[in-house]
């Protein structure tokens, strides 16, 4: 016995003085569009776009920033066993303990960052999301064909996440060689269970949804339900994953370098490796190890931020 | 409809309490002008505003309103629950004289639970998943009696035997998951009433249950609360409930109380436009089929402030200008309270209105 | 109880041997002829013939299969190509360094990182919550490696308050019964083996344990948070109870079933960094061992290696669930 909810009919009075949040009035929005919009207003969103927007525009735009070639060792001549030249008019941030320009070094680091951190997370999404989204896809319509695709996908999964991502990493980069080739693949196929797992998950969660039941009982063909109801609404977490795991594969592209298993060129500029030569020169030059890492960290939290912003955004939990 | 209880209006002595009894006559509760406003980073909202009303021991009290009336900010602000930070609170909240207001954090503990106790709306949620019942009755008998660890099993036992859950014992050792939605409601009672408190506020009680167990549940509620001597504070916003258990009602519509009366005069005759609307809209057995219900037009977030106008004039059919730009006052006589300017005079003139 | 743990035994066994099957799989398909690139530059066509008859390369895939699975059941993980010691014998050697330095990282970051994050969410936006947070994103996204070189920069070479890395200073004449360096210390009651074991755990337990202990005050912060919001803690607040009974019983101990859950997925990443973190500290431990065989590309060793840790993983996630079952009734009943 309770007292019906009368239709509302057009409201005369705007601005009320007990209705509440006038912020759930965004109806109309669609999830992303209003994603966007609190992203916009988000100063952590903020912080993180400017970071990648500068690391970005470091990588693309290394040789107009250094007048220096990477890797060139031209001034090995000044750096003594005792000494590394420190910053001068010629060097900014003085030489490496190979004679190369540090700066040049660093700026080039960031284009190999990029490089490698991008395309590795790229590959591991791709790969990923379709295993999830078979998985997932299947998983939710169900049937004997599409639970075994479902339970055979998972079970490689689970191989996969039964060895810790980077030592997954080690064991591939150590398999293929040393190459750039071998270290983007290595942390690729690292993250490829994280994102199948993940997708699956939402996509699993959606079958489960109201909607989804609505839609079944329209009679529309579950495939139809899946490719364009139930995969869009899942791309949430996945994406704000693989911003967050651009943030994670560069920090691997400079500890598998660091292990010794990073492309073997030392043409290339690379900060892990760079961090690793600097190692037994702490005594007389402690910015070589120093500037490398910073550069890692703030790149790293460039992403880390963006991500977790987006991940605010996407979530309505978490809306003020 | 339920058939209303029999519950004496006149004060009853307060059998189990902790502190003295009250002088004969004297309110147990007496909120006195409650203001509640939530802060937020740029702006104010005003929850419960001259809110005044009294239970006297024993008595049953209900404050019914929609969602949004303010009703469960109201019994919030009662127990002390309310978040300090963003929440002013102003008015007085006198329980059994002492203003609880003005109680620190460790009075207030002493009270809660042991004096004046509070069942929840939602029963799936209030209660800690990953502890067993038995300890989360037990813990306010040790907490208020210092009882010992097989004295607690005891009265828990007994406390579930008498809200009506079968085989008590075994259930005590059990998870708020294992029972069902009306189970766990049975151990809120049990847990609000282990300690015979003199005052019990019963938020929704019954809203989240089966329709079938809400009447159960109540049932238990309002017979315990009977045979314990406490008075109840009953919020709802379902005047079916309200005609069954409760002596005194008041009808809360946006953050203030618009119609205090006993219940008999309230049902017979209300003269709130509100509370007419909200009786019409009740099914009846006895309604001919086919008869449409009458909603009350309009919806709650129609609101115009209560600072200068009356915040139902816009979904009522008698509102004329002055409704529109002074602010009504609660006026009492008879021993009733209302806050219109244009009473209704009979139930019937008001069907015929709207 | 007892069911549920043999049945998450039984989902091990297809991971394993699923496991078992792709490591197999991952030394034969490296370029070439297995026995010459596991021997690499050094390879001579006796050293071919030697390495073909110890491993069986020139038998039938099932067969060396049946006969990898079967030495593995016995406890032999390989033996490694460079020195000739089986890999179990040199887990036996190595393992407690690392044992030692894993759980006094996690020890740092679960009791630093749970306090820390329980009284940021109690203190949410305040300046208390705001530098915990901060801090936390800051120890996210440093990389151990990274961590762990500037400590050693600053602690050891700066300010010599700390030795610079090994498990102990060799001139100690320390006696060594269970290779857990703190532990034989106190056992043969040598009590300065025993703190100068403990001085050189210091930094490469802080460089190892900042991650997980960021991780675990994010987490922990974000359950706390959630729990006070729930209507079970106002019950609590509703029966009167005691501040320190809530904040136990209501509120930690249900805040605490993502905490575990986070702890537990901390093991992976404490072996993964545990491999840079003895390498920046010549911490002898397994990490150490690990690199060595990867710069050697011993893999023999790599792949006994990763078996081996995959297997540690999946016991202690199987220990995660044990625990997380005994803290919420509801999994026990799923």
Known sequence: MSIPIPPAGPSTTPGASVALDDKDLEGGLSLWQGAFRRLRRSPTAWCGAVIVALFVVVAAAAPLLTSYQPGSTQWAGDVTTTEIPGPSADHWLGLDRYGSDLWTQLVYGARQSLLYGVISTVLGLAVGATLGALAGGFGAVGGRFGTVVDATIMRLVDIMLAVPSLLLAVSIAAMLGQSGTAVVIAIGAAQVPVFARLLRGSMLAQGKADYVLAANALGLRRSRIV???????????????????????????????????????????????MLVAAQDRFDDAARLAILPGVAIAITALGFTLFGEALRESLDPRTRR | MAVPTTTSPTPEPVPGGGAGPATPGAPLLEVRDLRVRFTGRDRAVTAVDEVSFTVSPGQNVGLVGESGSGKSVTSMAVMGLLPRRGVEVSGQILFDGEDLLLADRKRLDRLRG???????????????????????????????FGMRRKERRERAAELLAKVGIPDPRRRLDDHPHQLSGGMRQRVLIAIALACEPRLLIADEPTTALDVTIQAQVLDVLAELVDEAGAALLLITHDLGVVAGVCDEVNVM?????????????????????????????????????????????????????????????????????????????????????????????????????? | ????????????????????????????????????????????????????????????????????????????????????????????DYFPATIELAVTALLFAVVIGVPLGYLAARHQGRWLDTTVVTGSLLGVVTPVFFLAILL??????????????????????????????????????????????????????????????????????????????????????????????????????????????????????????????????????????????????????????????????CLINLLVDVVYGLIDPRVRAA
């Open chain 3, 152 to 313: 050693k920069l600053v602690f050891a070479n700066w300010l010599g308050w700390l030795p610079t890395g090994l498990r102990q200073d060799p001139r100690i004449d320390a006696t060594h019964v269970t290779n857990f360096y703190v532990l034989d210390g106190f056992l043969t009651q040598e009590w300065d083996a025993a703190f100068n074991a403990m001085a050189h755990l210091v930094l490469p337990a802080i460089a190892l344990g900042t991650i997980p202990l960021a991780i675990i005050v994010r987490i922990t912060r974000a359950a706390v948070a959630d729990v006070l919001n729930e209507d079970y803690v106002r019950t609590a607040h509703a029966k009167g109870l005691a501040a320190a009974t809530i904040s136990r019983r209501h509120v930690l101990r249900n805040a605490l079933l993502p905490v575990v859950t986070t702890i537990g997925l901390q093991a992976g990443l404490l072996l993964s960094g545990a491999v840079l973190t003895e390498t920046v500290f010549s911490f002898n431990g397994i990490g150490s061992y690990l690199f060595t065989a990867i710069t050697r590309r011993d893999y023999p060793v790599l792949q006994g290696f990763i078996l081996f840790i995959a297997l540690l993983y």
């Open chain 2, 253 to 354: 519509y946006a953050g203030r109380i618009v119609e205090q009366a006993p219940r008999r005069p309230l049902f017979r005759s209300p003269a709130h436009p509100y509370t007419g609307g909200l009786l019409a809209s009740i099914p009846r057995l006895d309604t001919p089929r086919g008869r449409p219900l009458t909603p009350i037009p309009g919806s709650p977030t129609q609101t115009v402030p209560w600072t200068d106008a009356c915040a139902f004039s816009p979904r009522c059919a008698h509102a004329d200008d002055t409704c529109r730009t002074t602010s009504p006052r609660l006026e009492h006589a008879d021993g009733r309270g209302l806050r219109c300017f244009h009473p209704l005079t009979t139930p019937a003139a008001l069907t015929k209105e709207l």
């Open chain 3, 1 to 92: 109880m007892l069911r549920f743990v043999v049945r998450r035994l039984l989902l091990l066994v297809p991971v394993l041997i699923g496991l078992s099957v792709l490591l197999f799989a991952w030394v034969r398909a490296l370029p070439g002829d297995p026995a010459r690139s596991l021997l690499g530059e050094r390879a001579t066509d006796a050293g071919v013939e030697r390495i073909n008859e110890v491993y069986g390369f020139d038998r039938p895939l099932v067969e060396q299969y049946v006969s990898y699975v079967g030495a593995l059941l016995r406890g032999d993980f390989g033996t490694s190509i460079q020195t000739g010691r089986p890999v179990t014998e040199s887990f036996i």
């Open chain 2, 114 to 144: 042991r004096e004046v106790a509070m069942v929840f709306q939602d029963p799936m949620t209030s209660l800690n998943p990953v502890v067993p019942v038995g300890t989360q009755i037990g813990e306010v008998l040790q907490r208020h």
């Open chain 1, 227 to 273: 490719m364009s109801h139930m995969l869009p609404n899942s791309m949430g977490p996945t994406i704000v994953q693989a911003t967050l795991n651009l943030a994670t594969a560069i920090i691997e592209v400079a500890a598998l370098s660091y292990l010794g298993l990073g492309a073997p060129d030392p043409a290339i500029a690379e900060w892990g490796r």
